[in-house]
Structures are given as C-alpha cells and as structure tokens.
C-alpha cells in the first residue's frame, strides 16, 4: 500500500479484556517496529520485526502482550487482560531496509487504545 | 536504558519568527540521529537522517546540524509559519535496529 495502515483507529476496551491490534506496513518493507505513546512522552520502544523474525522484544512491559508477524508482512500486537495503565497510542512503523542510516521509519497513524 | 533529552519541552512563536531546538543523546556508540514532525491528527513524518559528524541537512526553511562527539543536535526553523505547528521528535539509534525517541518539543506559532 502507499502508507502504514493500522486498525482499528480506536479501542475501548473493559479491563481484563483482550485485544489486537494490526499494522499493515508498506509492501516489501524488511523492519517492523511497535511503539507505544503514552500522553505528553515520546514514543517507547516495544518490539522489532526483521521480516518474520521478531529480533528484539525487551521492550513489552510484561508478558501480557504478544507480537507476531508471521509471514513478513502483516504484524498483529495483541495485550490479553488489558490494564489500565496499557491505555496509550501503539504505533507501527515500517522501514524498507536493515540499516537505519538511510531511511527514517514511516509511520502508521497509531490505535489509540483506552482501557476502561 | 539511553537518554534522549529534547528541549525546551514546548515553544510559543510569532509567525515570521526564526526558532530552534535541540536533541541531546549519548555520545557513545553512535548509529544515526532522526528527526520527525509530528502533527495533530497525523502521522509522525521523517524529517531528516543524520549520521555524520557535522553533518547539516536542509529541507526548505527546516534545517538541522549534528554533533556526535559531543552528543547533540540541532533543529532550525527559518520564519515560522502556521503550518509547522508541530510536534518535533528526534530519534536516536545506538546499533542498526531500534531508535530511542525523546519526549518532542511541541511547537505553536500564532499568525
């Protein structure tokens, strides 16, 4: 596609609830990155993707949340018994190449997740 | 855990006027430094890449110097105007995978 697509746009959901959220990132694009925004801060690392493979996870706060990008493509971030505290922004964004030095990433326009 | 520190945290300006900020990171280990505008409703855009001591980069009015040694960076806007009300962000990369972002520096400019 011509952008980082992301769905859904908005997400209430109950505590205790599961959720997933998607990211389609530019077709061919090599590294996946899943960030999370919390209001007023910067974004914070959560996961990256090198084609399917998931090289660096350290940044999932707990072992509530899941990353997946099975084939390369599509990445879904699920967060089972959401918390409070998980209500932020998660951005996806996608780079075409491995090396950072040539390309900046291109974002998707976020889910904003609300945990009530 | 690295720290990217931006400042000042926000920025009022007049139309017309000239302003800039800046991205403090770790002078160690240096990848490459990115800068993005991130305005309301939208997506965060790259700006630019930086990854040469010395390095400056020009993008219409916008421009951005960069000093590894001694781990800065600036970003300057040349007679702001309306539509670079914005979040600005830079992005610092240690190795050739994830970036650490700073908190942004939000800027308004009132025509």
């Known amino acids: ?116 | 855990i690295l720290n990217v520190e931006q400042s000042p945290q926000s920025l009022h300006v007049q139309e017309g006027d000239s302003t800039n900020f800046t991205c403090s990171f770790p002078s160690s280990n240096f990848y490459a430094l990115h800068w993005y505008r991130w305005e309301t409703a939208k997506s965060p855009e790259a700006l630019f890449v930086m990854t040469l001591n010395g390095d400056e980069k020009k993008k219409g009015r916008i421009s951005a110097t960069l000093n590894t040694k001694e781990g800065y960076s600036y970003l300057y806007i040349k007679g702001s105007q309306p539509e670079d009300s914005a979040t600005y962000l830079c992005a610092f990369t240690a190795n050739a995978g994830k970036s650490t972002f700073g908190d942004g520096t939000t800027l308004t400019v009132k025509p």
């Open chain 1, 1 to 116: 596609g011509a952008g980082v697509s992301q769905s859904p746009r908005y997400k209430v959901a109950k505590r205790g609830q599961d959720v997933a959220l998607r990211c389609d990132p530019i077709s061919g694009h090599v590294s996946l990155f899943w960030y999370q925004q919390a209001l007023g801060q910067g974004p914070e690392f959560l996961t990256y993707f090198q084609n399917e493979a998931q090289l660096d996870k350290s940044g999932l706060p707990s072992d509530r949340f899941f990353a997946e990008r099975p084939e390369g493509s599509v990445s879904t971030l699920k967060i089972q018994r959401t918390q409070q505290e998980d209500s932020a922004v998660y951005l996806c964004a996608s780079s075409p190449t491995r090396d950072s030095r040539n390309y900046g990433y291109t974002f998707g326009s976020g889910t904003r997740l609300t945990v009530v």
